[in-house]
């Protein structure tokens, strides 16, 4: 159909040649857009960060829930966060770091070794307490000084200890300690009462 | 975008607006409307300028643009005429545009996808193969699409031959 295509492309080169254009305009609505796009997608990232930062939290996990790897299948979920603990105005106490040596079971006024493991250096004394009721310290013990034979000793907790002098000798370990005489038979907890609070179980027969 | 860069734009714009105008105002049957289309194909082609000019026929992608962005408008229109149906007017004919304006007008009544084969076809020179390309239709489709259109405009064009006689 020769007639029709020539009719065809006359037409539109008749309507070609009566075109106008203008190429800076093409330009400047380009530049415009890009600018615009470029100024939403700011907006756009804002937003994604507020809304982040808002339903992060709301996506941690329970405490109580297991950790991720020890899940039986694998899961998408979010892992915990690492939670810092922040040191409370009272150390917690902890049984076992405390390493006492020498005697598991010691009879009353027998002796056994106190010996730090994180090596630091502390005072000679410390607390005496059942260990089903560690809160309550029942005797101070004073563990062995160098030079002095007073030591090691020990008082009740009950007794005044105004005039109770304390040797400022500090080590850091081991320390000989004694236990009071007239001590029931049990479990005790012995603890430092200088420095980081070390605790260890004692055994009195 | 770097200054050669723009100038081989400008050269590109030069060279392929008005054709592409004249290619476009067939589809559309206005020339302003045509005008506006390539305009925004252009806008279009300035942040891939890069990339399309490397194309072997980068007038192709911008055809292509122009191609798609006529038929939206085509179907939008259609939407707004159906909507204001009272309000619409069909275009008075210019008895000056003689057989011209007889196939514009022929052409006009013919579907746009028919419009967009013809077109495609007898003014962009594109085989049946490329036209199913570019449209994303069966060549069998792009076939029996020209064959109506065909058809259709030379009953047209003929009828209108002997009203002008």
């Not at chain 1, 254009?21 to 994604?48: E, Q």
């Not at chain 1, 004694?178 to 430092?192: D, H, I, M, N, R």
Request: hydrophobic content about 40%.
């Amino acid at each position: 159909m020769p007639d029709l295509q020539e009719d065809l492309r006359a037409l539109a080169d008749r309507r070609a040649g009566e075109s106008t254009g203008d190429f800076d305009s093409v330009l400047t609505t380009a530049d415009t857009r890009r600018r615009r796009r470029t100024a939403g997608l700011a907006v756009v990232g804002a937003a994604v960060v507020v809304a982040a930062v808002a339903v992060v939290p709301a996506l941690r996990p329970a405490q109580t829930q297991p950790p991720v790897a020890a899940s039986p299948v694998p899961t998408n979920a979010v892992a915990p966060p690492r939670v810092s603990v922040q040191p409370s105005e009272r150390p917690v106490q902890k049984a076992g770091p405390l390493v006492l040596t020498s005697a598991k079971a010691v009879a009353p006024g027998g002796q056994f070794v106190a010996s730090f493991p994180d090596r630091k250096i502390r005072g000679v004394i410390y607390s005496l307490a059942s260990a089903a009721k560690p809160d309550v310290p029942l005797y101070t013990l004073l563990a062995e000084v160098p030079g002095d034979s007073t030591t090691p000793t020990s008082w009740k907790v009950t007794t005044s200890e105004a005039g109770i002098g304390v040797p400022a000798y500090t080590s850091a370990g081991p320390h000989t300690l004694a236990v009071p005489k007239g001590l029931a038979a049990g479990s005790y907890q012995v603890c430092t009462l200088s420095g980081p609070r070390l605790c260890g179980l004692l055994t009195v027969k | 975008m770097r200054t050669a860069e723009t100038d081989e734009l400008r050269e590109f714009y030069r060279v392929h607006q008005p054709r592409l105008v004249g290619v476009i105002s067939l589809l559309t049957g206005s020339r302003a409307e045509a005008e506006d289309i390539v305009q925004e194909a252009f806008v279009r082609l300035v942040p891939r300028w890069q990339k399309v000019s490397r194309y072997d026929a980068p007038e192709a992608w911008l055809r292509l643009v122009a191609v798609r962005l006529s038929a939206n408008r085509h179907r939008d229109g259609n939407r707004l005429t159906h909507l204001f149906r009272r309000l619409h007017a069909d275009p008075v004919p210019d008895p000056a545009d003689g057989y011209a304006g007889d196939l514009e007008r022929a052409l006009a009544e013919l579907p746009m996808p028919t419009r967009q084969v013809i077109v495609l076809h007898y003014v962009c020179d594109l085989s049946v193969a490329q036209v199913a390309d570019t449209l994303g239709i069966a060549e069998g489709t792009v076939k029996s699409r020209l064959s109506r259109a065909r058809d259709t405009l030379s009953a047209s064009l003929l009828l209108r031959s002997d009203d002008h006689a």
